[in-house]
């Protein structure tokens, strides 16, 4: 290439605008702030927002109050409100209470010539077997004369008793011979009161002896009026298991008891 070729080109290119290299480099420095401004102004906003859920969410907890977390095994739905009384199982009926025990007589059958029993020889017999006290109110039941009452009084206040016995028929020919055990069975029924303790005495022949501690008196028209306990449980089994009790009682005890209540005994409700 010659020099004046040189010189040439040299000329045309001092001739030639610079880029505009200045504008480019301010536009990305520009674009570059805009970036970073629109990232802060979007994290505030962001901040803002959460902020606001934040405190919504605790502005309507106050509102409501504490909510108690449900017990254990029970589900939330079932929680209670103010006032209200959970459920309660109502407490089954108790059985009346009930044990059996054996008394040894010690003898087959009371001495003595035996007679058809009568409620005034049953009264007889029991006056002698209570405790110390006064005796009243003798009464006998209006279906069944071996079935007699009265109350014994000794200085608390009278408290009422009831014996009955009873025998099955034998099936056939004579009945079996009565036994020196019985088997005796006391039971409690405290919403009886007129038999809240109920002593039976059972022998090898079918005898049964029943005794009725009540906590009343007889029905007077309007209700059983509460009286105390008369006798003891012990009391009660040792008069239910004396063996000159039965259907038939020994000759003399039906004298002494035509003596002491002759007549018409008053019949009770």
Not at 94 to 115: D, E, H, K, N, P
Not at 219 to 246: H, S, Y
Request: proline share 9%; glycine share 10%; charged share 15%.
């Amino acid at each position: 290439m010659t020099e004046d070729l040189r010189a040439t080109l040299r000329a045309e290119l001092l001739a030639e605008r610079p880029p505009p290299l200045g504008d480019v480099v301010g536009d990305a420095a520009r674009a570059g702030r805009r970036i970073r401004r629109n990232r802060r102004v979007g994290t505030f906003g962001a901040g803002l927002a959460a902020a606001g859920i934040v405190a919504a969410a605790a502005i309507g907890f106050a509102g409501r109050g504490v909510t108690p977390a449900p017990r254990p095994g029970m589900p939330a739905a079932a929680a209670l409100s103010p006032g209200s009384v959970p459920p309660v199982a109502a407490t089954p009926t108790a059985a009346a209470a009930t044990r059996t025990l054996t008394v040894l007589s010690g003898t087959q059958r009371a001495g003595g010539i035996q007679m058809k029993a009568t409620s005034a020889a049953m009264l007889r017999l029991l006056a002698t077997l209570l405790p110390a006290g006064r005796t009243s109110h003798y009464a006998v039941a209006a279906d069944d004369h071996l079935h007699v009452q009265l109350y014994l009084d000794d200085g608390a206040g009278p408290g009422m008793v009831r014996v009955s016995v009873s025998r099955p028929p034998a099936a056939t020919g004579r009945p079996p011979t009565r036994g020196a055990t019985a088997t005796v069975t006391v039971t409690h029924i405290p919403e009886n009161c007129v038999q809240d303790t109920v002593v039976d005495a059972a022998w090898p022949d079918g005898t049964v002896v029943q005794v009725d501690v009540a906590t009343c008196l007889a029905w007077d028209g309007v209700r059983n009026p509460p009286a105390r306990r008369a006798l003891t449980e012990a009391q009660a089994v040792r008069i239910a298991a004396d063996p000159r009790w039965g259907v038939t009682m020994d000759r003399q005890l039906i004298v002494l008891g035509a003596q002491q209540f002759p007549g018409r005994l008053p019949v009770f409700a």
